[in-house]
T-cell receptor, first 116, second 115 residues
Framework: AQKITQTQPGMFVQEKEAVTLDCTYDTSDPSYGLFWYKQPSSGEMIFLIYQGSYDQQNATEGRYSLNFQKARKSANLVISASQLGDSAMYFCAMREVYNQGGKLIFGQGTELSVKP | EPEVTQTPSHQVTQMGQEVILRCVPISNHLYFYWYRQILGQKVEFLVSFYNNEISEKSEIFDDQFSVERPDGSNFTLKIRSTKLEDSAMYFC?????????????FGPGTRLTVL
């Protein structure tokens, strides 16, 4: 069965420093996509970055990058130069190719707090 | 930029009442989803909808729940007889395609409170 694990319930980082949020996953499907979403205190879900299982290079989007280690089944999110506005919940999610409806399976989330 | 919209933003209802949560997906998207998030917990999949029918549903999506696309733009989630444990944030999402590399765009959510 598909599963996403985020082992860090909460993280603190100093403003302007980099932080890594961990995500491991389990699937028997060779084709899948991995996503990171940000949920600020206002509640909306904001898409950050995507990594496909066959992508050769790690995904990057501005200050966000994804450290994808397929053999270890990990897809850690790296936020460089943290800003106060980065304080939020961060969810890792997976979507499988052969998943009939294309649903996303989410991890438990990591609450990131950026300190000034 | 196109976005998913949801109404109402907050709904308060009495236990046993019916509620309908409304969503307007992005206009050229074909796949539609409902998720829920109980306060402080992870986001959970409820149901996916494609080509005017349910393509997948979770064990949470029991007979009390139903979805409908009544016209070309709206996508609704109905809870027939609400329970206290239905209190949660409900997110609608849409996707152009159902493949693994397609991003799902989420609406702002409807916070449902059952008293």
């Amino acid at each position: 069965a598909q599963k996403i694990t985020q082992t860090q319930p909460g993280m603190f980082v100093q403003e302007k420093e980099a932080v890594t949020l961990d995500c491991t996953y389990d699937t028997s499907d060779p084709s899948y996509g991995l996503f990171w979403y940000k949920q600020p205190s206002s509640g909306e879900m904001i898409f950050l970055i995507y990594q496909g299982s066959y992508d050769q290079q790690n995904a990057t989007e501005g200050r966000y990058s994804l450290n994808f280690q397929k053999a270890r089944k990990s897809a850690n999110l790296v936020i460089s130069a943290s800003q106060l506005g980065d304080s939020a919940m961060y969810f890792c999610a997976m979507r499988e190719v052969y998943n009939q409806g294309g649903k996303l399976i989410f991890g438990q989330g990591t609450e990131l707090s950026v300190k000034p | 930029e196109p976005e998913v919209t949801q109404t109402p933003s907050h709904q308060v209802t009495q236990m046993g009442q019916e509620v309908i949560l409304r969503c307007v997906p992005i206009s050229n998207h074909l796949y539609f989803y409902w998720y829920r998030q109980i306060l402080g917990q992870k986001v959970e999949f409820l149901v996916s909808f494609y080509n005017n029918e349910i393509s997948e549903k979770s064990e949470i999506f029991d007979d009390q729940f139903s979805v409908e696309r009544p016209d070309g733009s709206n996508f609704t989630l109905k809870i027939r007889s609400t329970k206290l444990e239905d209190s949660a944030m409900y997110f609608c999402a849409s996707s152009a395609l159902g493949s693994s590399y397609n991003e799902q765009f989420f609406g702002p959510g409807t916070r449902l409170t059952v008293l």
